[in-house]
């Protein structure tokens, strides 16, 4: 179990986007978080057909709910439902989307299975934090921390998630099983946005998502990137 002095760190940011400004609480150390999103287009809403009336968007790994937050300011209207298992980061991103009432924020990690599993935090850099141990909690600045998991099929449809006109999963190396547990859920997809964190994942979601057109990569080393698919119906 995670200790109260090893809590991940938070500190205030302010960003212009459009004409808003924006106070933002992040991670200590990943102001860079709030720049990727609002001012360095992180995630393209160009080419975005079909997102028209009553949108649903699901954010799986919602991290302090910035990506939820650009979508709200970006798409009016918008049903947003977040995914985020860690208490601390659940906290900032209350206070991030306070102002936006169509949020649903759902504190469970979503995989191929239900269960209660020790998650992975990283105090210095919470956005690697994962069920995975990607880089292994052994090192400075990892916690443990005990988190709800539910199958991700199973969870939308107790939720009544029938369809998403954006789905973006971004959990540090469970994105695969996300993807499997969706099954022929993910044929009411329009838009994704996945994150890759090795050429074996790559492979894998490639694969799992055939029924998809992949309109871009943006490559963050030489086995992490984003990849960004639109439903092929929709060509």
């Not at 209207?77 to 949020?103: D, K, Q, T, W, Y």
């Amino acid at each position: 179990m995670q200790q109260p002095d090893m809590l991940p760190q938070f500190t205030q940011v302010t960003c212009r986007y459009r004409e808003h400004v924006l106070r933002l609480t992040v991670p200590a150390g990943e102001s860079f978080l709030a720049g990727d999103i609002f001012l360095r287009n992180e995630y393209p809403l160009t080419g975005l057909k079909g997102v028209f009336r009553k949108p649903v968007i699901v954010d799986v790994g919602a991290n302090v709910g910035l990506f939820a937050l650009y979508m709200h300011l970006n798409i009016k209207g918008a049903v947003i439902h977040c995914f985020e298992p860690s208490a601390a980061l659940c906290s900032a991103l209350r206070r991030n989307l306070a102002g936006c009432p169509e949020v649903r924020l759902h504190a469970v990690a979503l995989s191929d299975h239900d269960g209660r599993e020790l998650f992975n935090l990283n105090t210095r850099k919470a956005g690697q934090s994962s069920l995975h141990s990607v880089t292994g909690p052994q090192g400075e600045g990892w916690v443990r921390e005990h988190v709800d998991v539910r199958h991700a099929g199973r969870a939308f449809d107790e939720l009544g998630i029938d369809h998403a006109d954006i789905l973006k999963i971004d959990t540090e190396g469970s994105e695969p099983e996300i993807l499997e547990s969706l099954g022929p859920r993910l044929d009411g997809v329009k838009h994704l946005y996945i994150e890759y964190h090795s050429l074996r994942d790559l492979a894998r979601i490639r694969a799992l998502l055939s029924g998809f057109e992949e309109t871009s990569c943006v490559a963050r080393g030489d086995a992490v990137g984003v990849l960004r698919f639109m439903h092929r119906s929709l060509r």
